[in-house]
């Protein structure tokens, strides 16, 4: 096969050759191109354009790591507000604020005052988060315990059973 491929190189003449090599050179060129370049550097965009959500998320990790390694920055109680109000009225001022009061079906405070149980029906769940969000961060509020039943019929709608503290 090869003898064949070489007689008849040689019989062809110095142009004919020359136009040959340029094809098999630009068809070589041409796979190449397609075949290896432009698969490599499109998988190459692929996975920078996916990696970038997670470099992000790593910057937040990172963040978050240090504001937990530091512990709460407000943790002393003259940080927080309503720390001079009971608990019970916190819960009662922030709830109508926050637009859950109208769920509230009950409120027992503790003997000494510093854990409040709430019973929320047919609860919005989005108010709800929002609700607890301005109770921890801004009034130093945990919640020691809490079960919530999604109700069946109605999407972000729950049942809220939830023990306050304060920190």
Known sequence: MQNIIKSKWAKLEQRER????????????????AFIWQPWHR??????????????????MRQ????????????SAANFKGMSESLLSVIEKTARVSKVRE??????PSSNGDEVRVV???????????????LIKDYGVTVKQLSAERDEDSPNVAEIRITFERV
């Open 120 to 134: 929320l029906e047919e609860a919005n769940f989005n108010n709800w988060v929002r609700w607890i969000d301005v």
């Open 18 to 33: 020359l136009v040959l090599g340029w094809g098999a050179f630009i068809v070589a060129a041409i796979i190449f191109y």
């Open 43 to 60: 998988a190459i965009e692929h996975m920078e354009q996916a990696l970038q959500p997670r470099r992000e998320s790593l910057v937040w």
């Open 103 to 108: 769920s509230i079906q009950q409120m027992v």
């Open 64 to 75: 978050q790591a240090e504001i937990i390694e530091k512990g709460p920055a407000r943790n």
